[in-house]
């Protein structure tokens, strides 16, 4: 059984709202990563657990759309969400054609979040 949600984000307030906000609604089982080579690392050692993935577009070292290609090479199916910006659009398009499965746009609410998270976590 999946049960991890892997969160990546460069930004500390944004990487605890996120997990607060799935902590509020009972997700538990989170793994958070503060770039995309942080995150990288930690989707291959928890491959086979992780249920979602949330990707900040814009982060150090490895952006999200770099990410999304480097998650894909070795896992096909899980669910991946971008945290994005209203002007990232064009990213997001990029993104989807390498592989993202949905989006959010920052700043959210913490309802909307969740409400996109059970869209992708569902069977
Ligand atoms: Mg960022």
Redesign the pocket.
Known sequence: MKKYILIA???DV?RSIVEQTLRLYHYDNIITAIDGQDALGKAKENKNDIALYVF????PKMDGISLVKEVRAFDSTTPIIMLTTETDKAKMMTARDNGATGWIIKPFQGDKFIRVVEMYLKP
């Open positions: 984000d460069d930004s944004i900040d577009v814009n982060m």
